[in-house]
């Protein structure tokens, strides 16, 4: 697992997605402290670059979530790795995973 720098999350949350200072803090509330192994490779990857890894996570690709659930890659990361986390049942997993495929429907 990699520990989150909520300082630096904040400061892309900012200046790269017009984030408000206020909006930075509530979302960054509910950001994990941890990212788990399975999505490491990746976040490294974001936060060097911006690039949004291709590799798949547990059968889904973060592009995907980001697309389906129309959200940034922060976003995508947080529910992603959800499904890592201790105390997350089987049922739960597979409701959560459901829920990441399908697309959001807009009026």
Do not use: C
Not at 41 to 61: F, I, M
């Amino acid at each position: 697992m990699v520990k989150v720098d909520k300082q630096t999350l904040k400061q892309i949350l900012e200046s790269e997605l017009n984030y408000q200072d206020y909006e930075a803090d509530l979302f960054l509330r509910d950001f994990p402290e941890t990212i788990h192994d399975p999505l490491e490779k990746a976040y490294n990857q974001w936060l060097t670059d911006r690039t949004v890894s291709e590799e798949p996570v547990e059968g889904l690709l973060i592009t995907n979530v980001m697309k389906n659930r129309q959200t940034h890659f922060l976003m995508a990361l947080r529910e992603i790795n959800r499904l890592f986390d201790e105390g997350v049942t089987d049922d739960q997993r597979a409701l959560i995973k459901s829920t990441l495929q399908k697309a959001i429907v807009t009026a």
